[in-house]
């Protein structure tokens, strides 16, 4: 079935450092998410891209859709302790179908 | 707004025991409804999912069924639990065509001792 590949697997930074992971796929999709999961919580929807190219922000949070619909990267800027979680790409290839998840990349935090 | 419910939050349950986990949507009608699974903080696994009631999709043979009574109701059970069903379990809905991403309830956690 298919694959999406998600990295880095963890990462543990400085408080105030910038952050990227990205998410690689062998087939092409229409729809790249980004979601964070706190500990003990459900996973919460940060950005959704629907077209390739597309460049989006949700505060210190920037995904990018990439141009040959195989890929996408989530970057945060001058992280702060909340940021802690996991990180979860998820991609959809067509209209309809379900969601393929990444494994997750687990940030820490260093205050 | 639409909301979706997951209880309980926590559950201790014996080797054996059954096990029934109610996830409830509202504010929202014909949904797809999910049930995920997460081990050890990582990745999530599929367990099932509904296009609509008394419609089961199972991603993974195991232990568990999975049942949709009412439009916005999705079960998960299982008559006898093992050790290795311990685990963070997440209720999910999405539109019908899932476009939108879904949204997650707040997750059980079961631990099987």
């Known amino acids: 079935g298919q694959q999406l590949n998600q990295s880095p697997q963890s990462m543990f930074i400085q408080e105030g450092e910038d952050v990227s992971m990205n998410c690689t796929s062998s087939?092409?999709?229409?729809?790249w998410l980004w979601y964070k999961q706190d500990p003990g919580e459900g996973p919460v929807l940060l950005i959704a891209?629907?077209?390739?190219?597309e460049l989006t922000s949700n505060g210190r949070l920037t995904a990018q859709f990439g141009t040959t619909r195989k890929d996408s990267f989530l970057n945060i800027s001058a992280s702060i302790p909340s940021d802690v979680g996991i990180y979860f790409c998820?991609?959809?290839?067509?209209?309809?179908?379900?969601?393929?998840f990444g494994k997750g990349t687990k940030l820490s935090v260093k205050p | 707004s639409q909301t979706i419910h997951q209880w309980p939050a926590t559950l201790v349950q014996p080797v054996g025991s059954p096990l029934s986990l109610e996830c409830t949507v509202e504010?929202?009608?014909?949904?797809?409804l999910y049930w995920y699974r997460q081990a050890a903080g990582r990745g999530l696994q599929l367990l099932f999912y509904?296009?609509?009631?008394?419609?089961i999709s199972s991603e993974v043979p195991q232990n568990l069924s999975a049942s949709r009574p009412q439009d916005r109701q999705f079960i998960l059970s299982s008559k006898k639990l093992l050790l290795s069903d311990s685990g963070f379990y997440l209720c999910?809905?999405?539109?019908?065509?899932?476009?939108?991403?879904?949204?997650f309830g707040s997750g059980t956690r079961l631990t099987v001792v």
């Open positions: 504010g929202t009608s014909n949904p797809n």
């Open positions: 087939s092409i999709f229409n729809t």
């Open positions: 891209l629907y077209k390739a190219g």
């Open positions: 998820a991609g959809q290839e067509g209209s309809q179908g379900n969601l393929i």
């Open positions: 999910a809905w999405s539109v019908s065509w899932g476009g939108y991403g879904y949204t």
């Open positions: 509904s296009v609509g009631i008394g419609q």
